[in-house]
């Protein structure tokens, strides 16, 4: 399995332009987790979906920032419009299916967006 | 609420040294205690984890941890640490529904 894939690597935009970022999670897998990491606040969770279906999205930090997951294969974070103070790397990861505490989650090697 | 604290930013260890990354928890009810490791511009990769039974786990790369119910601890040790070892390492804590709760992290610096 290729693992988790994440679209673009980096992005580098303009204050106030939308910002699309993507994932492809490990086949199989039902349960899809977007995260942000700084230096100053860590590893933040975003939201989660299980079974293509939001259940946490108190992480989101703003109505600015939207995800879906249209299909078990693809899901979106958007941000629009785009502040600098979004800049940070965001991972995407997926776990195994039972949708349990035992769940291991795999990582995508992230997304590195600069506001500018 | 459950919690996952790592009390060092930083440890540093000769090559060649035994290694221990701390981590305690708190939860309610029986905690499903996860270690991952960053290394630089990558995803945070599983190390090994804590479900039930033995106390200690043995893990990718040489890794073990120890788990102490008592004194809510989920420490991650090597007898002999490498260069190569050192990383960005999270200790974490599953919910019912497999969310986790990451700690802050601790960066591993293993010298020569």
């Known amino acids: 399995d290729a693992g988790v894939i994440q679209s673009p690597r980096h992005e580098v935009t303009e204050m106030g332009q939308e910002v699309t970022l993507r994932c492809k999670p490990i086949?199989?897998?039902?349960?899809l987790f977007w995260y942000r990491q700084t230096m100053m606040r860590g590893l933040e969770l975003l939201i989660y979906?299980?079974?293509?279906?939001?259940?946490?999205d108190s992480g989101m930090p703003e109505d600015r920032f939207s995800a879906k997951m249209p299909n078990a294969s693809f899901s979106t974070l958007k941000i629009q419009p785009s502040e600098p103070r979004d800049s940070a790397v965001y991972f995407c990861?997926?776990?195994?299916?039972?949708?349990?505490?035992?769940?291991?989650?795999?990582f995508g090697p992230g997304t590195r967006l600069t506001v500018l | 609420a459950q919690s996952v604290a790592q009390p060092e930013d930083q440890v540093n260890v000769a090559e060649g040294n035994p290694l221990t990354v701390k981590c305690t928890y708190s939860v309610s009810g029986n905690p499903y205690l996860f270690w991952y490791v960053q290394y630089p511009n990558r995803g945070l990769q599983f190390l090994l984890k804590y479900i039930t039974g033995d106390n200690l786990v043995k893990g990718s790369y040489g890794f073990e941890a120890e788990f102490n119910k008592s004194q809510t601890s989920f420490h991650l040790k090597k007898p002999s640490a490498l260069v190569s070892d050192s990383a960005l390492y999270f200790c974490?804590?599953?919910?019912?529904?497999?969310?986790?709760?990451f700690g802050d992290g601790t960066t591993l610096t293993v010298k020569p």
């Open positions: 974490a804590v599953n919910t019912n529904a497999g969310k986790s709760t």
């Open positions: 990861a997926s776990s195994s299916p039972a949708g349990g505490p035992e769940d291991t989650q795999y």
């Open positions: 086949s199989g897998h039902n349960s």
């Open positions: 979906f299980n079974n293509n279906v939001p259940i946490d």
